[in-house]
Antibody, heavy 119, light 110 residues
């Protein structure tokens, strides 16, 4: 069964850091691009960052550039999101998502991990 | 990249058909045939319902269909059922190589 499972969320103060992880199973991890998508409380979906299957190409939404870093360890089937200089507006459920094919359709999502930025 | 535009809400009675629109620009929906649709029930993760404008992943009911004309994509649900009540989001690939989501549409089954 194709699965992804996020971890690492929690409460952090403004300006703090957090590292999210996403463990993948049931598919050839290195063959697929992966992304992080977030959803603020009561709001819609927002794509945050993506990475190619090999890990050599990364993408970010404008509001997190310079603060967030996406990476992957294909030997451990794990995706990461290092989040620095966190702001209140980064508060959201963060989902790990697997790309089905080109054009970023996401066919497998985790259950999400909640990140709360508050003092 | 601005979010795609969706109606905040739509509604329909069981058995009816409804259509949700998703309006973008020539830099996203109008530029590629890479439109996806997601269903999200409260407290649950999104589920892919349509990709590449009109393709259904394995296991998705054929009551769900997608189309596109110019800068606007549409999701049609026929034979509406109570379990279809959920939030629906469109998404499109953009000319800068990243995806953009719509604001979401709440579907109510009357």
């Amino acid at each position: 069964e194709v699965q992804v499972l996020e971890s690492g969320g929690g409460l952090v103060q403004p300006g703090g850091s957090l590292r999210l992880s996403c463990a993948a199973s049931g598919f050839t991890f290195s063959s697929y691009a992966m992304s992080w998508v977030r959803q603020a409380p009561g709001k819609g979906l927002e794509w945050v960052s993506g990475i190619s299957g090999s890990g050599d190409i990364t993408y970010y939404t404008e509001s997190v550039k310079g603060r967030f870093t996406i990476s992957r360890d294909n030997s451990k089937n794990t995706l990461f999101l290092q989040m620095n200089t966190l702001r209140a507006e980064d508060t959201a459920i963060y989902y790990c998502a697997k790309e089905l094919s080109g054009g970023w359709p996401f066919d497998c999502w985790g259950q999400g991990t909640l990140v709360t930025v508050s003092s | 990249q601005s979010a795609l535009t969706q109606p905040a809400s739509v509604s329909g009675s069981p058995g009816q058909s409804i259509t949700i629109s998703c309006t973008g620009t020539s830099s996203d929906i109008g530029a590629y045939n890479y439109v996806s649709w997601y269903q999200q029930h409260p407290g649950r993760a999104p589920k892919l319902m349509i990709y590449d404008v009109s393709n259904r992943p394995s296991g998705v009911s054929n009551r769900f269909s997608g189309s596109k004309s110019g800068n606007t994509a549409s999701l049609t649900i026929s034979g509406l059922q109570a379990e279809d009540e959920a939030d629906y989001y469109c998404s499109s690939y953009t000319i800068i190589g990243t995806p953009v989501f719509g604001g979401g549409t709440k579907l109510t089954v009357l």
